[in-house]
């Protein structure tokens, strides 16, 4: 069974397409025809040479597709051939086939595009873990999403709302502002005009946020912790302002606040089977009835990936780019 795919070719971070044969499916795994794959910022630090896809996954690079599936592992029955279906991969997503594992996948709701669902996976599992699990953000908190514009925040903004949170964001540009705004988020900061920590703190009345979802990493360490409030949790997913900062721990204890980082591509088939599955269960009836949805920048061709990692490098995407085959 081969597969037209987009490889890093060796340390140059070129992008080259090859055809490549790919294994059948074991026992849980499945075969999907892509219809769609979505860039993260995970692509752009794989064809770096900064995050390498983990042992036993395809060497290039994709982390989330829709699709339908063409044919299934002897031990699934959770599937069906012919069903569309989206799903959250370790790797091996920029193609126009994928073996995927069957626990990975969810079916693609009615009414949702079969392409603009290649914009759920990766961004709602990494959301709903993060809000939720590492986050515990419960209806009436106050949650602060960096970077609402992005992939991850776009999605992040809906699930606060929806799960009955106040949602503040930070974006840059007054039309960045508008459509985080549309999203369903409470306050839009933009960040090239105003002080974070001084908006929040205004928004909350000095209270601050009891979670803060950050991509930003190092450089936002300082104040992130001063925009806490206490028994506030901050939930490190990205390291855009880099992988050190300064930590007051006076103030983290004043707060009796906690710091958590987390990863999704490294994490056990297992707990990604649960995170999809409780995705599934908690998620899906609201991308079903409207409440989350897709935000799709732009589609492009399987073939133009490396003007779509430039044009995510460049800061102007909003939401997600997906490559279609």
């Known amino acids: 069974m081969r597969a037209v795919t987009i490889t890093v070719q060796g340390g140059s971070g070129k992008l080259t397409t090859n055809v490549t044969n790919l294994p059948d499916p074991d026992t849980s795994e499945i075969v999907v025809d892509v219809a769609s794959s979505g860039i993260n910022r995970a692509d ?9 896809p983990p042992p036993g996954a395809p060497e290039w690079p994709g982390l989330e597709i829709s699709g339908t599936v063409r044919a299934l592992g002897p031990g699934v029955s959770s599937r069906r051939v012919g069903e569309r279906v989206v799903a959250l991969l370790d790797g091996g997503g920029w193609a126009d086939r994928a073996v995927v594992r069957a626990a990975q996948t969810l079916p693609v709701p009615d009414g949702v595009d079969l392409v603009d669902a290649a914009a759920l996976p990766e961004a709602v599992c990494t959301a709903w ?32 709302v929806a799960l009955g949170a106040r949602v503040v964001t930070t974006a840059g540009g007054p039309e960045r502002v508008d459509r985080c705004r549309a999203l369903g988020a409470d306050v839009v ?64 204890m004043a707060k009796r606040a906690t710091v958590t980082g987390t990863t999704l591509r490294s994490r056990s088939p297992q707990e990604k089977a649960a995170i999809v599955a409780a995705v599934g269960e908690h998620v899906w009836p609201m991308v079903a009835d ?25 800061g102007e995407v909003f939401g997600k780019l997906l490559l279609v085959p």
């Open 44 to 52: 752009l630090l794989q064809r770096a040479g900064l995050y390498p």
């Open 290 to 314: 409207g409440r989350v949805r897709p935000v799709v920048h732009d589609r492009l061709p399987l073939g133009d990936a490396e003007r779509a990692l430039a044009m995510l490098e460049s």
């Open 189 to 252: 900061v933009d960040h090239r005009r105003d002080d974070v920590v001084d908006a929040v703190r205004a928004a909350t009345d000095g209270r601050g946020a009891d979670v803060v979802l950050d991509v930003l990493g190092g450089g936002a360490l300082r104040d992130n912790v001063c925009v806490l409030a206490t028994g506030g949790r901050l939930v490190v997913i990205g390291l855009q302002q880099g992988r050190r900062g300064e930590l007051d721990l006076a103030a983290l």
């Open 129 to 160: 873990t993060n809000l939720v699990d590492a986050g515990r953000l419960t209806a009436g908190e106050t949650l602060l999403v960096h970077g609402g514009s992005g992939g991850v925040g776009s999605i992040a903004v809906q699930l606060g």
